[in-house]
């Protein structure tokens, strides 16, 4: 039996499939396209990353120097950016020693820093570095390598140097100002005490305490009472001590000029000695030889509150009606100066122990502060080899006071004007006086 299909259906239902294989063309059509531009658009994208993040170039030119005018033990390397639109760091690297390498066989070479690429223009400094086994005074040759560091973090390959031997020079260019001060305070030293064998009169000014001495010794010559004189409690390896020695010349001279009794307890033997020496001298000096009495002058204790307590208890007994403290004082000081003061005594102190001059001051009628203390012994002699070095030392202290003073003006004014013309002149003139 045959089916008959009509010719109106037949016609419909081949259009449908005419239809539907047209959509699924244009799809695949479509599908391919967008396929095609994602892909050209992820390659267009690594071209780019690409450019943008490039590989950054090996350094050139570089160069490892023995640091000119140090103590040794330092090299300085430099190198060329040859781009430094994608270089951001610099890797410095050096060579291991024989003894680094023994220790650890893996580490041929030494990170020393990682630094701004720029700075390869004025160099990196490498110090510390280890000492030759056979020469202490040199290192080992080194060498020393660059790794450019680019924008991506991407380091090129490193460029190494030759080897280089760091050695320790004679003139330390970094003390120059040192030895320009040196020199001028020197110079001005000898110049005056050349000035004043000439006959060249040099001016000191007046000590009061000093021209007090006379008064002192007179004043207990007039009372029949004795002059004590304590030379401080160290021993003659302080120079305090000897200069408190000095004056006790001026001091024993004065008093067998006018027949007083001078005693000095001392608590170091030696200094005993030397006392002892300087009385006999001064006595010889004044033409009274027979008057000298070492008997007067005595060791007593280096134990420190034991001379003390000696010492205060003998103010007590004899009174004396002047009393010279010179030397190096501590703790002591105020017991025998508020004796001294308690017998009515006329007291002239002197020391450079800064924490114990305040107490002096109050306590004693005339005080040697300081650097009187010590330029006593020209004042004294009154020699001129003496008083042209004293004059020769105020002048290279007014160049180093002037030195501070104008490095102080400059520091300050580079403070408010970071970038100018006296900014770096405060730092050349830092790194002249080796600062």
């Not at 040859?82 to 030494?110: C, F, G, H, L, Y």
């Not at 005056?192 to 040099?202: P, Q």
């Not at 001392?266 to 006392?275: E, K, W």
Request: proline share 4%; charged share 20%; net charge negative.
């Amino acid at each position: 039996m045959k089916i008959s299909i009509p010719t109106a259906e037949r016609d419909s239902g081949s259009s449908a499939h005419t239809v539907g294989a047209r959509s699924l063309l244009r799809i695949v059509r479509l599908t391919t396209s967008c396929l095609a531009t994602s892909c050209l658009t992820m390659c267009v994208s690594l071209v780019s990353a690409n450019s943008t993040h490039a590989m950054p170039p090996e350094a050139t030119n570089v160069l490892v120097i023995d640091e000119p005018g140090d103590s040794g033990f330092a090299l300085r390397v430099m190198w060329t950016v040859p781009d430094p639109t994608v270089t951001k760091q610099a890797r410095v690297e050096r060579s291991a020693t024989t003894s680094e390498r023994a220790a650890n066989p893996d580490e041929a070479w030494i990170e020393v820093a990682t630094v701004d690429a720029a700075a390869g223009v004025s160099g990196l400094l490498i110090d510390g570095l280890p000492k030759s086994s056979t020469d202490p005074t040199t290192t080992e040759p080194i060498a020393v390598r660059v790794g450019l560091v680019g924008t991506d973090e991407e380091t090129a390959a490193f460029v190494e140097s030759e080897a280089v031997v760091a050695v320790r020079n004679i003139f330390l260019i970094k003390r120059l100002g040192l030895a320009v001060a040196l020199v001028v305070v020197c110079g001005s030293v000898i110049v005056w005490i050349l000035l004043s064998r000439t006959g060249r009169s040099v001016k000191i000014r007046r000590i009061a305490a000093l021209d007090a001495v006379d008064e002192a010794v007179g004043r207990a010559t007039e009372m029949g009472r004795p002059v004590l004189f304590v030379p401080g409690i160290q021993d003659m390896t302080d120079i305090q001590t000897v200069a408190g020695i000095t004056v006790l010349g001026r001091v024993a001279r004065t008093a067998a000029e006018y027949d007083a009794t001078l005693e000095v307890p001392t608590s170091r033997s030696i200094v005993m000695t030397a006392a002892r020496e300087t009385v006999q001298a001064a006595h010889f000096s004044a033409g009274r030889p027979e008057t000298y009495n070492q008997g007067n002058i005595n060791y007593i204790t280096d134990e420190q509150f034991g001379y003390v307590a000696y010492v205060t208890g003998r103010m007590v007994r004899d009174k004396p009606a002047a009393c010279f403290y010179m030397g190096a004082f501590y703790a002591e000081s105020l017991l025998l100066a508020e004796n001294g003061n308690a017998i009515g005594a006329i007291q002239i102190a002197g020391t450079a122990e800064p924490s114990q001059l305040p107490f002096f001051v109050a306590a004693c009628d005339y005080t040697l502060i300081g650097e009187e203390f010590f330029a006593a012994s020209a004042y004294l002699s009154g020699e001129r080899d003496q008083l042209g070095s004293i004059k020769g030392q105020d002048l290279g202290k007014l160049f180093v006071a002037a030195a501070i003073l104008i490095g102080c003006a400059l520091a300050t004014i580079a403070v408010f004007v970071p970038e100018g013309s006296v900014a770096r002149a405060s730092l050349s003139f830092q790194s002249f006086f080796g600062g």
